[in-house]
């Protein structure tokens, strides 16, 4: 078990971002009308983002969105020590992803930049890899930029009917600062099932192209075995009440996965966000998205929120987080 903690570490502002253009589960050419309805009740997913323009990629959304959120949190671009990016949908495997952003807005050398190939608890693994660098460093306030997200649909077989109705592009950028304060700010459980590797998958095809492929029986099975086990252990090492987290925000794999997970792993349903049905299943974008949709509405007491991403790998990492900060931007439609 890779159980931790982290001190000081806070999320200062998150920005998300969409393609404008959007495709309806209930208009879906591979599916008849009777199965569109199925479908949209089992997944919770009926309108899904889409880039509509090949020759932009996942970087070209990570550009607008690390220079809004520099904007709206009012930092100079000389005061950030680390930028990272969580993708798998890359269109270029060398350099790396935030190099080039790095060398696009002119940010100053002494940047550590790094990329992390993962999908689905993405943003976890991300949040816990600058929190633990953020510790590291010998430099008051240090601040981060953690990107997060994919533009899954260029991975989809457009006639593949398993996983058209549930990916989503959308990405996210999060501000996260080193307060130096002394109190524990986060609580980490990550895991890895590696026997699930085939679960979720890019096969290569004899036309040369790499389409996504998924086994909707092996993701559910391994989510709901091992995802309630993580969460407990999580609670167990933290020594705080569950009932102590202003919200539980889950990886949006489906709404037949995730109401699962929340009923074994025994949660207040009402404390669970979705953003399922607008935005679908948006890779390791989809739990910072999903607390933009609903920040207006969150009910902030204990000002703690308990996250938990799980997919491709198969892969699992959930934390318990000190959350308070400055803005979470709801989601906002980009157009090139």
């Avoid at 307060?179 to 036309?207: C, P, V, W």
């Avoid at 407990?232 to 709404?255: G, P, R, W």
Wanted: charged share 20%.
């Amino acid at each position: 078990m890779a159980l931790s903690k982290s001190i000081g570490i806070q999320i200062k502002g998150i920005i998300n971002l969409v393609p404008k253009n959007s495709e309806d589960n209930q208009s879906l050419e591979l599916l008849s009308e009777e199965e569109r309805s199925a479908l949209i009740k089992h997944t919770g997913i009926r309108y899904r983002r889409v880039n509509p323009n090949d020759s932009i990629g996942v970087k070209n959304y990570f550009n607008v969105g690390v220079d809004k959120l520099l904007n709206r949190l009012k930092w100079e671009k000389e005061t950030i020590d680390i930028l990272i990016c969580v993708t798998q949908t890359a269109k270029v495997a060398i350099p790396s992803i935030s190099c080039q952003i790095h060398g696009d807005l002119d940010f100053e050398s002494h940047v550590l930049c790094y990329d992390i190939n993962s999908g689905c608890s993405g943003f976890v693994y991300g949040l816990h890899t600058v929190s633990q660098l953020l510790a590291g460093l010998d430099k008051p306030k240090a601040r981060a930029i953690l990107c997060c997200g994919d533009i899954s649909t260029s991975l989809i077989d457009s006639s593949d009917r398993s996983v058209r109705p549930i990916f989503s592009d959308a990405v996210s950028i999060v501000g996260i600062e080193n307060t130096n304060d002394d109190s524990i700010s986060g609580y980490f459980h990550l895991e890895t099932m590696g026997k699930g590797q085939s679960a979720i998958r890019t096969e290569l095809e004899e036309s040369g192209n790499s389409f996504m492929r998924l086994n909707g029986i092996d993701v559910f099975n391994y989510s709901v075995s091992h995802v309630p086990t993580n969460i407990q252990k999580l609670v167990d090492f933290s020594k705080k009440s569950i009932d102590e987290m202003d919200a539980f925000v889950f990886h949006q794999a489906n709404k037949l996965i995730n109401d699962s997970i929340t009923k074994k792993a025994g949660l207040e349903s009402s404390k669970v966000l979705s953003s399922l049905y607008e935005y679908g299943n948006t890779a390791s974008a989809s739990i910072p998205l999903t607390i933009g949709t609903a920040w207006k509405d969150l009910n902030e007491k204990s000002r703690w929120i308990l996250i938990s991403g799980f997919g491709v790998g198969f892969s699992i990492a959930s934390a318990m987080i000190s959350f308070a900060p400055e803005f979470v931007a709801s989601p906002e439609e980009i157009e090139f």
